[in-house]
């Protein structure tokens, strides 16, 4: 069913079919090669949910491939990083956001949902770890891809890459001290709808996951 949710990544792959076929008729192989490498990576969070017990809500999926196509599409085959020198801080500290929420929900689905079963401070402090050694890995990445292949993804090098390690760090605390006012009870608009609409697609998970802790628990007492 179509929803409000759904309608950008609809969109975003409309876009980008479009572009891949047009590419390829014009005989832009650049433009088809990227627009189809796109589409495929936007196809990352389905596949995961395939995969995996775990499901992730549709806002969320669409966000991750809005941040994908303007990232890849838009930055590269319409250079938008060189057109626009806002445009790496923004998907910079999008995905900084993006990758504290999603360290948070995974961190909160370890303790089964429940708001109380750790400090809220411990949650805080994970999930901003998990969102910043993301954003280390991306940057030890594109040393790595420029050294070895002789591209240019730091940009300005040195100066590039701790900016963008400063925008990872504040995107991530934002994303973290959210958590935090969450498992306070603190109602924040956009964030608490999307982590109590992730708890109510994973409560079947969630429930293995305690009834599999409870059995054990029994196993060990009876032993």
């Given amino acids: 069913m179509l929803s409000l949710t ?17 590419g390829a008729f014009t005989l832009n192989w650049s433009l088809a090669a990227v627009a189809a490498g796109t589409f495929i990576l936007t196809l990352i969070p389905t596949i995961f949910q395939n995969k995996f017990p775990i499901k992730l809500p549709a806002s969320f999926v669409s966000m991750i491939v809005v941040f994908i196509f303007a990232t890849i599409f838009l930055g590269e085959a319409f250079d938008f990083y060189e057109q626009y020198w806002w445009w790496d801080v923004l998907l910079h500290g999008g995905s900084a956001m993006g990758f504290g929420l999603f360290s948070f929900l995974f961190v909160f689905l370890l303790f089964e949902g429940d708001r109380y079963a750790a400090p809220a401070l411990t949650i805080t402090f994970i999930s901003f770890s998990c969102a910043v050694s993301i954003g280390v890995a991306w940057e030890i990445l594109e040393f790595t891809v420029d050294t070895l292949f002789g591209l240019n993804m730091q940009k300005s090098g040195l100066q590039d890459t701790m900016w963008d390690l400063i925008v990872d760090c504040i995107g991530a605390s934002l994303s973290a001290w959210c958590g935090f006012f969450y498992l306070k009870g603190r109602e924040l608009g956009g964030f608490s709808q999307l982590t109590e609409e992730f708890i ?14 409870r059995l054990k628990r029994d196993e060990k007492d009876k032993l």
């Fill in 6 to 22: 759904n309608i950008p990544t609809y969109i975003v792959w409309c876009v980008l079919v479009v572009a891949s076929f047009a």
């Fill in 200 to 213: 109510q697609l994973n409560k079947t998970f969630i429930q293995k996951m305690r009834d599999r802790k």
